[in-house]
């Protein structure tokens, strides 16, 4: 069955009969199929493309015609970007580099027969198979919460929708009201968000709602970049914070969205916003295909390829890899190696020993930005941390708004790095 025009958009020189007939290596081009096209699933698909001139089928498999970035929503929320900056579309990717993009989900995967099946009813035959889903969430994470409750009590962790909800609920709050943040458990994408988060919303509050009090109820016993957060609240946002960890019952917590309470210990409390951040797991994909153990899919450090199957590789949160948090520059850092090792397997380029790295920036006030960071090599067990670092307490006004400034830089020239 040929796939419906109107699911796919980019160019199919042969037509779209080609996308299932099986390619033999040295009888035809070979195909790599990516699903997922965020930070690690588009940065493959590019490089890829892009560096194999042509060599090889590249077909990206994304439902999204406009992909909103999760890393820079907090900023959003805190009124220092447009909600617009943070769409991006997936047009240069077909026109300027040929990959055809198949839009529609990915509904499962038979790694026998290598086929990726579509839920336009379709199927994709691949040589290799890219799993950059990023994450889904644990439905039991938070007692009383689940995907439904989420129009009621948002999670704003996968950036749209719910990431304009939940701000206008913040600024829909009652003078003097309290929004309180549900903080997950580890693993999670982006280590210092939700604390970026509260940043920003008390920031907003400051300028809106000045008397308004912010609860983060935190599973955790500590958690990314605490010291410096914990200065800037109490620097900038004096009296309006408070965290709950799990010594004080932030790791039994129970919420009612028909009632807007939350239950901290057994004891029921009225909150006016209560941003749900649940439990995570490898998008549902990856363990559709059956390379999960447990909520992630195990990787070879040296190269992104699952330990389960050597023909699929999975990228960015998804992935069990070790050291490396779940951010947007990790996968985009993961993915250039995988496009190198699979470029050399499939068209003998040659492939270079795997390096990768990490940035996290934090905006936690106007000019006062905060970043972590490391390098990190692959090892037999993991993929290790070679040297790291992080601002410090007590940096002056000058370098905090020249660590804010880096961060602006360098999400315009990772976006593009992503898409073109």
């Not at 909600?83 to 991006?88: A, I, K, W």
């Not at 689940?146 to 749209?160: F, N, T, V």
């Not at 153990?293 to 069990?320: C, H, Q, R, T």
Request: aromatic content about 8%; charged content about 20%.
């Amino acid at each position: 069955m040929l796939l419906k025009r109107r699911t796919f958009l980019g160019t199919v020189a042969a037509g779209t009969a080609a996308l299932y007939a099986p390619v033999v290596l040295g009888q035809g081009k070979p195909r790599v199929v990516v699903i997922g096209g965020g930070a690690g699933g588009a940065t493959i698909a590019r490089y890829l493309a892009k560096d194999s001139k042509g060599e090889i089928d590249v077909v990206l498999v994304e439902p999204q015609e406009v992909y909103t970035t999760c890393f820079f929503s907090n900023l959003y929320i805190g009124g220092f970007r447009e909600f617009s900056t943070l769409e991006h579309r997936y047009d240069k990717l077909a026109s300027d580099y040929g990959i055809t993009i198949a839009r529609t989900r990915a509904a499962g995967v038979d790694r026998d027969a290598r086929t990726v099946s579509l839920d336009s009813g379709d199927t994709l035959t691949y040589d290799r198979l890219v799993i950059a889903p990023g994450i889904d969430f644990r439905d039991d994470s938070v007692p009383g919460w689940s995907l439904e409750a989420a129009e009621k009590m948002p999670h704003a962790y996968k950036a749209g929708p719910q990431t304009q909800l939940l701000k206008a609920q913040i600024e829909a709050m009652a003078q003097g009201g309290t929004y309180c943040m549900v903080a997950p458990p580890n693993p999670y994408r982006c280590p210092p968000g939700p604390y970026e988060r509260v940043s920003m919303v008390a920031h907003l509050l400051s300028q809106i709602n000045p008397t308004a009090k912010i609860l983060i109820l935190d599973p955790k016993d500590k958690y990314s970049k605490q010291a410096l957060f914990e200065e800037g609240w109490q620097k900038h946002y004096t009296g309006m914070v408070e965290w709950i960890g799990p010594d004080m019952g932030g790791a039994a917590v129970e919420v009612r969205p028909d009632t807007m309470e939350v239950v901290i210990d057994g004891s029921a409390e009225k909150v006016d916003v209560c941003n749900v951040i649940p439990g995570q797991k490898a998008g549902v994909i990856a363990a559709a295909a059956g390379v999960t153990e447990g909520d992630w899919a195990p990787v070879v450090p040296d190269n992104m390829k699952s330990k389960i199957d050597a023909n699929v590789f999975i990228l960015g949160d998804a992935s069990n890899q070790g050291d490396m948090p779940k951010s947007a520059f990790s996968a985009n850092s993961q993915a250039k190696v995988a496009a190198m090792v699979i470029r050399s397997e499939l068209t003998g380029s040659k492939a270079f020993p795997a390096k990768y790295s990490n940035t996290c920036w934090s905006l936690i006030a106007p000019d006062d930005g905060v970043k972590v960071g490391a390098s990190y090599a692959p090892t037999p067990e993991k993929i290790a941390s070679v040297e790291s670092f992080i601002s410090q307490t007590g940096e002056d006004a000058a370098l905090r708004k020249a660590t804010y400034e880096e961060s602006l830089g360098w999400y315009a020239g990772i976006t593009t790095d992503i898409f073109g």
